[in-house]
């Protein structure tokens, strides 16, 4: 499945990956559900692509550059907004950070994105907003495992998801670190965030030029896809 899924020039329905694996339709919604779940696959207008799981791999494994926006375009734009940037996905549940540009972050914060650690999608800024512009199958998938383990986050999340897809970014203070503050920022790909990083300030709340660096960085994705 994943094989025709790969070799397609376009994404495929199920019943046309189920053709192509000679496999009951029935039988292949339970397989393509749980290669989707496992962040294998991405449903796309109810139609199936690859996923990030496999190219996360390849990128903790240093064999190939991250995609969505390559590391020279990343460094333009950290420059430009004048904060450093990092890169992230979503695999399954999971947020993935697959390269920074500009300056470092402290130790144990970078170290996140350096090593590629999976991140708690509900608990960062870059997860709520991929999550937020999901499609609703795998979003509730997510959701749904998440409602006992951190009803509190889903909660939030669930008052904040309509505001999030309006606006095209999502905030964190201090969700993932008590430290940080982050600002996502959406790119032509729902399934790919740009995130902005900031030491919070004593009271928490939103800090001025880390929102100044998000407008900046949106007006400059809107000049190119």
């Not at 694996?21 to 690859?50: F, N």
């Not at 409602?147 to 095209?168: H, L, Q």
Request: aromatic content about 2%; overall charge positive; proline content about 7%.
């Amino acid at each position: 499945m994943l094989d025709a899924v790969a070799r397609a020039p376009r994404p495929l329905s199920l019943t046309e990956i189920a053709d192509a694996a000679g496999a009951p339709v029935s039988s292949a919604h339970d397989l393509l559900d749980e290669l989707t779940a496992l962040g294998h696959l991405r449903l796309v207008d109810r139609r199936y692509v690859l996923g990030w799981r496999a190219h996360t791999l390849t990128v903790i494994g240093g064999t190939t550059r991250p995609a969505g926006v390559d590391h020279a375009r990343l460094g333009r734009l950290s420059r430009q907004c004048g904060a450093p940037l990092t890169l992230a996905v979503l695999v399954g549940d999971a947020v993935h950070y697959l390269d920074h540009a500009g300056p470092r972050a402290p130790g144990r914060i970078q170290a996140v994105a350096d090593d590629h650690r999976p991140r708690p999608a509900l608990r960062t800024a870059a997860g709520r907003l991929m999550l937020a512009r999901a499609e609703n199958a795998p979003r509730d998938r997510v959701l749904d495992a998440l409602r006992a383990e951190d009803p509190t986050a889903v909660a939030a999340f669930d008052a904040e998801i309509a505001t999030i897809r309006r606006e095209g970014i999502a905030r964190s203070d201090g969700l993932a670190d008590p430290d940080i503050a982050a600002i996502a920022v959406g790119t032509s790909d729902p399934s790919v965030a740009l995130l902005l990083t900031a030491r919070r300030g004593p009271r928490g709340g939103r800090v001025p030029h880390l929102e100044a660096a998000a407008r900046s960085l949106l007006t400059q994705l809107s000049h190119r896809p």
